[in-house]
């Protein structure tokens, strides 16, 4: 793996939001209908909008620890990503007909920075919006990502807004691969707390 692919997935490796989540609003005795369960999404980064900042960084260029970053994709319905693509090296959706929102993340690098081959590589937060307007329907979630393909990683989903209003739960993550633009595709699970 490259130290581009290795810096580019560094901030995607964060990932996914949910569609019909089951959430308990706590500013009212609401309860998450009893039809809440697991639900699956897939997240392709889109590379192109992956940006750091110019310090720190390593002699190469790369970011280091503590380096802030943005990055932006798509939420996909899941399967759609089973053949690989994702994202085309221009930054647009390789299946335009499946996206179902987009995704947001922000954070650090951690550990050895863009160098970082095992353990926590970022700490960040995502914003995965599904509204037809900016910000109506969001999920958010917080926590640790890893460069390793194929390695679980569990976040904190810790509010959101619209119909995903006080959402609270375990996100379950998975970095499948890297697409053409660079970015990663990841694999998502969410679970809603229990009441």
Do not use: K
Request: net charge negative; hydrophobic share 40%; proline share 6%.
């Amino acid at each position: 793996m490259s130290p581009r692919t290795i810096a580019v997935g560094a901030a995607a490796v964060a990932a996914l939001g949910v569609l019909g989540f089951g959430v308990v609003n706590a500013a009212s005795d609401d309860r998450p209908d009893e039809t809440a369960e697991l639900l699956e999404f897939e997240v392709a980064e889109d590379a192109t909008r992956f940006v750091f900042d110019d310090a720190p960084v390593f002699d190469d260029g790369l970011p280091a620890y503590g380096n802030p970053f943005v990055t932006q994709g798509y939420i996909y319905e899941p399967g759609t990503l089973a053949d690989g693509g994702g994202v085309n090296p221009d930054g647009s959706p390789t299946h335009p007909d499946a996206v179902i929102g987009t995704w947001t993340c922000e954070g650090f690098l951690i550990g050895d920075g863009a160098r970082t081959e095992s353990g926590p590589w970022v700490i960040s937060t995502q914003v995965f919006d599904f509204g037809e307007f900016d910000g109506d329907d969001i999920v958010i979630s917080h926590g640790i990502e890893t460069p390793v393909v194929g390695e679980d990683v569990q976040r904190a989903i810790i509010g959101g807004t619209g119909e995903h209003a006080g959402a609270v739960g375990t996100q379950t993550q998975t970095l499948e691969a890297f697409n053409d633009s660079e970015g990663v595709n990841l694999t998502v699970t969410l679970e809603p707390a229990e009441s």
